[in-house]
């Protein structure tokens, strides 16, 4: 434990934050009774931060549903930091928003020790930044991309000028288990969702989730949603949470922004979605059998989140994700990188299937 403990420090703190012995850190971090991160969590990062010679500081928030400033006391401490790490939601909330929050912060996606102490945490940052990369280089190159799932995803369409939606956020996310989101403009068809809809760690809004009892097929042209198949019941439901959330935040409801899919195959999520949805919904979308989409508003990231499982994406000929498995090594460049990086290789080799799913393999909101 002790040296899968160093591990995972040493790629959050040199890696990723590119410190060095003697930098401060400042650690902020939700009350422990929240239930959002793990209580041990800001304590275990702590210790391991002032074993490789950190100066460490230590500040409890509490958790605001609704997206705040941070307080002064915050702003200056943020601000006095050579690093700054965020257990804690506002760092996911303010991620779009900039100059809120130093450059040089980083948002923590193992919310829990396990996940900090899994390989998820410890394969190489780097690699991961050079696969997003890689990914990012054939989207942009591609003619064509054509989305499927097994329940009835299928939409296609391509990069606009090749260009990515390069506001994603404005700090570091740790690990890196995501690429840019890709525009919705010049993309159309449908999405196939089976479970709920649920929110995108934006707001924090209740009902954070609505029922689907069947599959809800969504369809849209560019960022339009154009309306919704399916059961009368999920289609009441869909459209009465999209208007709930739309109206509580005086945005249009039947607007997508963007999507992209996970690209760690050491993203884990043990427990059910329906357990708790905020905690599924900010840290299962890493592992690569999961897609989702940006929805309900214009300002990145959209207050509804929709999430394909085990999707298909196919870069012109090359199927770079097949039923959810991401394979680096059909990209160009990929085999390289693998071969540089073996723990990056040893993840794809043994990659996590668990991503939250209920009864039969699907997601489920109970």
């Known amino acids: 434990m002790i040296k899968n403990v160093e591990q995972a420090a ?7 934050a590119k410190g060095e012995a003697g930098d401060t850190l400042l650690i902020v971090h ?10 041990k969590l800001h304590g275990l990062v702590a210790e391991a931060a002032k074993t490789l010679g950190f100066e460490v500081t230590l500040f409890e928030i509490a958790f605001e549903p609704d997206i705040k400033d941070p307080s002064p006391e915050l702003a200056a401490k943020l601000a006095a930091a050579d690093h700054s790490l965020f257990l804690a939601r506002l760092g996911d909330q303010l991620r779009f928003q900039k100059n809120k929050i130093p450059a040089r912060s980083i948002i923590s996606y193992a919310i829990d020790s396990d996940m900090f102490l899994s390989s998820f945490a410890r394969a190489d940052y780097a690699g991961f ?3 997003k990369g890689l990914i990012e280089a054939a989207f942009a190159a591609a003619k064509r991309i054509q989305v499927t799932c097994p329940a009835g995803t299928d939409f296609s369409g391509s990069l606009q000028n090749g260009e990515f939606e390069h506001s994603d956020i404005y700090l570091k996310r740790f690990p890196l288990s995501i690429f840019n989101p890709v525009p919705i403009f010049a993309f159309s068809g449908c999405i196939a969702q089976n479970g709920f809809l649920t929110g995108t760690g934006s707001q924090y809004y209740k009902p954070y989730a609505c029922e689907l009892r069947d599959t809800l097929l969504i369809d849209f042209k560019g960022a339009d949603i154009t309306g919704f198949r399916g059961s009368q019941r999920d289609i009441l439901s869909a459209q009465t949470h999209y208007e709930m959330v739309a109206k509580k935040y005086n945005i249009d409801p039947y607007l ?3 999507w992209h899919a996970g690209i760690h ?6 427990h059910p979605a329906s357990e708790n949805f905020e ?5 299962a979308f890493g592992n690569p059998r999961l897609l989702h989409f940006h929805s309900c508003g214009k300002i990145p990231p959209g207050e509804i989140s929709i999430n394909v499982v085990d999707p298909s994406i196919r870069l012109d000929d090359a199927l770079v994700w097949e039923k959810g498995v991401l394979h680096p090594e059909r990209l160009r460049g990929g085999d390289a990188l693998l071969a540089r990086f073996s723990d990056l290789a040893q993840a794809f080799q043994n990659p996590a299937k668990e991503i939250g799913l209920g009864p039969a393999e699907r997601l489920s909101f109970s």
């Open 10 to 16: 040493k790629n959050i703190l040199f890696n990723c």
């Open 30 to 39: 939700e009350a422990c009774d929240e239930g959002y991160y793990d209580p």
């Open 129 to 131: 930044a050079e696969l």
């Open 256 to 258: 997508i922004h963007s």
């Open 265 to 270: 195959p050491a993203c884990s999520f043990d």
């Open 279 to 283: 905690r599924w919904s900010g840290a």
